[in-house]
């Protein structure tokens, strides 16, 4: 599986929009981008996944870059309840079904 | 939704004792479940892929005679690690596929285990 990048720790003040970046400049043409979260003590969440174009539900959007070097997670409104560990991970089509997780960021909310 | 529960939540036990953890499909059948290890302050480490009806794989340097899998129904499978010492403490996931959308994976609560 190509590698993730993400920054270590990010900080939002509550109710505001956040923006989480993603480095994947070894993404392969067939290579989704899955958004995963784990809030404290919990296992963790799907929150969204794309393969080019930005994708939005009901959590959040996905903003993935044109040449799908870099992707941004956006969180529209963040909330107390959005602290959490956010993991950014590429996933081939069919064969290998796991997920091999990163460091992902931690995101704190500040209220 | 689909939802994974795990069994118990949290557990101690004595070095050399064996641990058996659940992990159960509610709603849907999986067959196949992933177990995650996660140490503290560390990423989720996949150690296997359990196969309902077959072998679990295991990941490189998981050991298959410590941390026995058992995917015995399409709902459940069974993470015993057995002779636990002090470093097998840790906090153990699981996650399971729903069969029509095989992109997504949906995880447990998680087990926390202390060996003493």
């Known amino acids: 599986d190509a590698k993730t990048t993400q920054p270590n720790s990010m900080e939002s003040n509550e109710e505001e929009p956040v923006h989480l970046p993603c480095n994947h400049s070894t993404i392969s043409g067939t290579d989704y981008i899955h958004w995963y979260r784990q809030l404290p003590s919990q296992g963790p969440e799907y929150v969204i996944h794309?393969?080019?174009s930005n994708v939005n539900n009901r959590m959040a959007s996905l903003a993935i870059a044109e040449d799908r070097k870099s992707s941004t997670l956006i969180l529209h409104r963040a909330t107390l309840r959005d602290a959490a560990v956010y993991y950014c991970i590429l996933r081939g089509p069919t064969g290998a079904n796991n997920l091999f997780f990163g460091t992902g960021t931690r995101l704190t909310v500040i209220p | 939704g689909a939802v994974v529960s795990q069994h118990p939540s949290w557990v101690i036990c004595k070095s050399g004792t064996s641990v058996k953890i659940e992990c159960r499909s509610l709603?849907?059948?999986?067959?196949?479940m992933f177990w995650y290890r996660q140490f503290p302050k560390q990423s989720l480490m996949l150690m296997a892929t359990s196969n309902e009806g077959s072998k679990a794989t295991y990941e490189q340097g998981v050991e298959k005679d410590k941390f026995l899998i058992n995917h015995a129904s399409l709902t459940l499978s069974t993470l015993t690690v057995t002779s636990a010492h002090p470093e097998d403490s840790s906090f153990y996931i699981c996650?399971?596929?729903?069969?029509?959308?095989?992109?997504?994976?949906?995880f447990g609560p998680g087990t926390r285990l202390l060996v003493l």
């Open positions: 794309g393969l080019t």
């Open positions: 996650s399971a596929r729903l069969p029509r959308y095989p992109e997504t994976q949906y």
């Open positions: 709603d849907f059948q999986a067959t196949t």
